[in-house]
């Protein structure tokens, strides 16, 4: 199976993870994720940040930072990249059901979508 690479937005504030709860219509609907999406072919992390996060936040993404992690999610031809993302305005949850501030403690306890479950526990000692 060909696989699909995805962004993950790890966009921290005050010691505090953006999340989104995803539309219960959606794989893994209700379970909370780093917002992102699909990479076109041949684009730059940042403009995929930029794109996705004004459709499902309308926020800008003004810096893509280091990659953290990556997870396949099962069944699925996605590959997440889950990357540091600097933005700039205030999230309003446009595709997502809600969005929310956490704590990396906070994070542990939330229902995660699998790949980002994964990342989690990488955080895990991180400073929070």
Do not use: C, N
């Amino acid at each position: 199976m060909e696989t699909i690479p995805v962004i993950a937005a790890v966009i921290s504030r005050d010691g505090r993870y953006l999340l989104g709860r995803r539309p219960e219509e959606k794989r893994h609907g209700g379970l909370w994720e780093f917002p992102g999406g699909k990479l076109h072919e041949g684009e730059a992390l940042l403009s995929a940040a930029d794109r996705e996060l004004e459709e499902e936040l309308g926020i800008r993404a003004v810096s893509a930072g280091e990659l953290l992690f990556s997870a396949s999610d099962a069944d699925s031809p996605f590959v997440i990249h889950f990357v540091e993302v600097d933005t700039e305005g205030e999230p309003v949850a446009l595709e997502h059901s809600e969005v929310g501030w956490f704590t990396a403690a906070e994070l542990e306890g939330l229902p995660l979508a699998p790949a980002d479950a994964q990342f989690v526990r990488t955080l895990e000692g991180a400073p929070g």
